[in-house]
């Protein structure tokens, strides 16, 4: 796992859409796309914000969801609400190219099993994503894996729905298929992530994040949640 450690979100934001321009950039050089999974939050938003004004190609672009709300169409807390104002709305990348997790449905169990094959059908089979973004919970939490949901143990299926946290049930990728991407790349701001990034960087697999592969790994983080770290890190 490498680190990179910025002086605050807003360089953050500005390295972290650099490094998802040059991943693109070489993807579609060397396949002919990019594939990239986006988590929600304030910090990806301003991420998101500075991407869509970075030169990518945006036509070979595939953005598809790391975690999703169980929520109505357009609910401000549903992180495709997000991409939709960040990305379709201020760059090129075709509305088709938009995959949502299909948190709608009235069976969540086999929405959830078509979206796997929503993303067989764009990244093969066993589906490997290009670049997972993900960010880090004062819980330790990744994506909407949380300590002691069920959805942690399962290793045979690439999406899954949670059991209920903070009166929400989620739909989200699971660590199969995120140990599968070519690369990984956390975004962490503020002091209060840096008993978490401290926990992350040194490799601890009893908090959620810590069961994500690390050798495709970048932390890009700011002085505060870095703040634990020793100098060197």
């Avoid at 060397?30 to 914000?49: D, E, H, K």
Wanted: proline share 6%.
């Amino acid at each position: 796992m490498k680190i990179k450690i910025l002086a605050d979100g807003t360089a953050v934001a500005e390295e972290a859409a650099a490094v998802i321009a040059a991943e693109a950039r070489a993807a579609v050089e060397a396949r002919s796309r990019f594939i990239v999974a986006f988590s929600g939050g304030s910090t990806p938003r301003r991420m998101l914000t500075v991407l869509a004004g970075t030169d990518m190609p945006w036509n070979r672009v595939h953005v598809v969801q790391v975690d999703e709300r169980v929520a109505p169409a357009g609910d401000p807390m549903r992180n495709l609400t997000q991409l939709r104002k960040c990305l379709i709305d201020h760059t090129p990348l075709p509305r088709t190219h938009l995959y949502p997790m299909p948190v709608e449905s009235t069976d969540l169990r086999t929405a959830a099993a078509q979206y796997a094959l929503t993303l067989q059908a764009i990244a093969g089979v066993p589906a490997i994503l290009d670049l997972i973004h993900l960010g880090l919970g004062t819980d330790g939490h990744t994506a909407s894996l949380f300590p002691g949901d069920s959805v942690l143990h399962i290793a045979d299926r690439d999406v899954a729905i949670t059991e209920r946290y903070q009166g929400t049930q989620r739909m989200t990728l699971t660590y199969p298929i995120l140990n599968r991407a070519r690369s990984v790349l956390w975004v962490v701001t503020g002091g209060e992530k840096a008993e978490m990034l401290l926990r992350l960087y040194a490799g601890d697999a009893s908090i959620p994040a810590g069961m994500v592969r690390r050798d495709h790994a970048l932390v890009i983080a700011d002085r505060e949640a870095a703040a634990q770290l020793k100098p060197n890190a």
